[in-house]
């Protein structure tokens, strides 16, 4: 069985400092990953989407990779700003079967200003 | 506009009464997911439905009940047998090529007492 896990749970940042978030899965077999955003109450806002196929994807200051072989993924922040504080959630989709997606516990990140 | 709309934001029961949970969503997806998230965690599949008329169950599912009548509408029902029904349910949807990511709606805080 697929299991997810995020390091750390929580980070506290000040504003400015570039970060990483940690994904780690347990099962290589997946067809893509996927990183999302969570503000408090809210849904989740997708971020970045990777393929199995590709090792990384960049939107903004967001770049993520995957290293499939090893069950690794890494979301990177640059300059991180107050706005970036949520919590981060990173989900995989498996190679066959069902599509739904196995998800992390999540890293929850403060920007202090 | 397009998207996932979940009604309503917050619901409040009594134990012992079967509540049902709204998801609707524009965007001409296949595929819908109901999962549900407990504070500091992740999220888990409850069930999912990769076309009408068809719904499979998630990790747990015990509990639930869900209908896929039309492509556009998967409501959840959380009857009495949930032990532990309090906590935010979100909605999701995805077209039918895996490829594409998958889209939340803004979740369901439902309280029970």
């Known amino acids: 069985k697929q299991e997810v896990t995020q390091i750390p749970a929580a980070l506290s940042v000040p504003e400015g400092e570039n970060l990483v978030l940690n994904c780690s899965f347990t099962d290589s077999a997946i067809y893509n990953l996927q990183w999302f955003r969570q503000d408090p109450g809210k849904g989740l806002t997708s971020l970045l989407l990777?393929?199995?196929?590709?090792r990384e994807q960049t939107s903004g200051r967001l770049n993520a990779s995957l290293d499939k072989s090893s069950g690794r993924s890494t979301l990177y922040i640059a300059a991180s700003q107050p706005g970036d504080s949520a919590t981060y959630l990173c989900a995989v989709r498996p190679n066959t079967g069902r599509r739904a997606l196995t998800f992390g516990s999540g890293t929850r990140l403060q920007v202090q200003p | 506009d397009g998207g996932i709309t979940q009604s309503p934001k917050y619901l409040f029961r009594k134990e012992g009464q079967n509540v049902t949970l709204s998801c609707e969503q524009n965007?001409?997806?296949?595929?819908m997911y109901w999962y549900r998230q407990d504070p500091g965690q992740g999220l888990r599949l409850i069930y999912y439905?990769?076309?009408?008329?068809?719904?499979q169950k998630g990790d747990i599912a015990e509990g639930y009940s869900v209908s896929r009548e039309k492509k556009e509408s998967f409501p959840l029902t959380v009857t009495s047998a949930q032990k532990n029904p309090t906590a935010f349910y979100l909605c999701a949807s995805s077209p039918e090529d895996s490829i594409y990511e998958q889209y939340f709606g803004p979740g369901t805080r439902l309280t029970v007492t």
């Open positions: 965007l001409n997806h296949d595929a």
């Open positions: 439905s990769q076309i009408v008329n068809d719904f």
């Open positions: 990777i393929q199995s196929s590709q």
